[in-house]
């Protein structure tokens, strides 16, 4: 520090200068910064402000991730047959049963380790090839903000069911299903297409996993697929 200090005092006005001008630049975009992020902390303080002072906005109150399966055109913000989505409210894949260890189900009465049951007349399976319990049906009615853990969160409100026993859902901020699912998550329901024992997991091609993100779950003899999106949710509307 000194001996710079002393350099610099030895050096004509023309050298100092040099030396200065790049320190007054890499000050004034210092203080550019600041500036910057003193209004962005401002801007974000009245927006705080605004929604308490208003308390219109919808709150929401944090929760541990839960799964919602669901059904819809990708590219639609809003749309019906909500009543036939459901929810994981714990993470099946990791209490799922791979298909190798089927027969070892199939012992255990359909018990799995994690103490759901299967059933052979509607299963599901996950991208790796696991057997995943049955989501919770259906989906209350509510507010839920979902992401697909990738760029775009938003709230999902699936309404009431109406007189023709239909419930709507809807997206805001414009988002589409496809920008709220996440795609790395597969996951299809697999029913008995030709009668009872006709639809197996014994029957499914472990080969054909894991599932590439995004892509189709693959078929399984005997059985009609039915493939569901899957969004995260991470937060639920607080009652008024």
């Known amino acids: ?29 210092i203080r550019r910064a600041c500036l910057s992020a003193a209004l962005l902390m401002t801007m974000a303080t009245l927006s705080q402000s605004v929604h308490a002072i208003g308390g219109s906005e919808t709150k929401f109150k944090r929760i541990p991730t839960q799964f919602i399966a669901a059904l819809g055109d990708p590219a639609a913000s809003a749309g019906s047959g909500a009543q036939l989505w459901g929810v994981w409210p714990l993470d099946p894949g990791p209490r799922g049963v791979r298909l190798n260890r089927f027969e070892h189900l199939k012992a255990a009465g359909g018990l799995a380790p994690a103490r759901w049951r299967f059933d052979e007349k509607d299963w599901w399976l996950e991208e790796h090839g696991l057997i995943m319990e049955q989501p919770n049906f259906p989906l209350p009615p509510g507010q839920y903000r979902v992401t697909g853990d990738r760029e775009m969160t938003a709230v999902l409100t699936i309404y009431p069911t109406d007189k023709n026993g239909d419930r709507r859902w809807e997206l805001d901020k414009g988002a589409r299903l496809h920008d ?5 998550c597969r996951s299809a329901r697999y029913t008995p297409a030709a009668g009872e024992g006709s639809c197996s997991p014994a029957k499914a091609q472990q080969a054909a996993f894991p599932v590439a993100p995004g892509a189709v779950m693959p078929p399984v003899a005997g059985c009609k697929k039915q493939d569901y999106a899957v969004l995260f949710v991470t937060g639920v509307a607080l009652e008024d």
């Open 180 to 184: 709220v699912t996440h795609l790395a």
């Open 1 to 29: 520090m000194i001996s710079k200090f002393r350099t610099i005092r030895a050096q004509s006005p023309s050298q100092q200068e040099t030396v200065l001008k790049p320190r007054r630049r890499t000050q004034q975009r």
